[in-house]
T-cell receptor, first 110, second 114 residues
Framework: QKEVEQNSGPLSVPEGAIASLNCTYS??????FFWYRQYSGKSPELIMF????GDKEDGRFTAQLNKASQYVSLLIRDSQPSDSATYLC??????????FGKGTKLSVIP | EAEVAQSPRYKITEKSQAVAFWCDPI?????LYWYRQILGQGPELLVQ????????DSQLPKDRFSAERLKGVDSTLKIQPAELGDSAMYLC????????????FGEGSWLTVV
């Protein structure tokens, strides 16, 4: 059974701080990893994807992947109240499917 | 920007009635997915199509759910009869297919069964 585990939170950070979201996955065959943001009542929207070990930066967002530890993280720098949402981690394997975690709820306090 | 279209956005139905959801993927996307998301949970895959063929429907409750993508473009997900536990958001998504290809979601269809 493929599983993606996330701390459900809520994670509260003050505005301007760094938010750190973590995710572990069980399937060693997973090759691609995605972070989606989901506002309450809305559908998930893609923030970033990462395939290789190491860091990948896109604006205020940095995704980190460690395949040996089966660990993925998302850092949000200079957090803004508009970043308050649920962040979904997903892992993809050869069947082109994504297995999602339950999401971590982030609250950025002004 | 191309989008995945879904309808209806909201549906309230009585228990034991039939309900259907429609999805039109991004043009050119061969792979189409139906996910179900219960409040507070992550999306769970119900069915995956590659063109008009079902690739994976192992998590689809086939006694009451059916899905089709007859011409390999748009798709319909049907529930008959609906049960209270089916209340959820039904998400359609599409991708070009292939390892690592990004999956894009539609706005979702909210179902409430009363």
């Amino acid at each position: 059974q493929k599983e993606v585990e996330q701390n459900s939170g809520p994670l509260s950070v003050p505005e301007g701080a760094i938010a750190s979201l973590n995710c572990t996955y069980s399937d060693r065959g997973s090759q691609s990893f995605f972070w989606y943001r989901q506002y309450s009542g809305k559908s998930p929207e893609l923030i970033m994807f990462i395939y290789s070990n190491g860091d990948k930066e896109d604006g205020r967002f940095t995704a980190q992947l460690n395949k040996a530890s089966q660990y993925v993280s998302l850092l949000i720098r200079d957090s803004q109240p508009s970043d308050s949402a649920t962040y979904l981690c997903a892992a993809g394997a050869g069947s082109y499917q994504l297995t999602f975690g339950k999401g971590t709820k982030l609250s950025v306090i002004p | 920007e191309a989008e995945v279209a879904q309808s209806p956005r909201y549906k309230i139905t009585e228990k034991s009635q039939a309900v259907a959801f429609w999805c039109d993927p991004i043009s050119g996307h061969a792979t189409l997915y139906w996910y179900r998301q219960i409040l507070g949970q992550g999306p769970e895959l119900l069915v995956q199509f590659q063109d008009e063929s079902v690739v994976d429907d192992s998590q689809l409750p086939k006694d009451r759910f059916s899905a089709e993508r007859l011409k390999g473009v748009d798709s319909t997900l049907k529930i008959q009869p609906a049960e209270l536990g089916d209340s959820a958001m039904y998400l359609c998504a599409s991708s070009l297919g292939g390892p690592g290809n990004t999956i894009y979601f539609g706005e979702g269809s909210w179902l409430t069964v009363v």
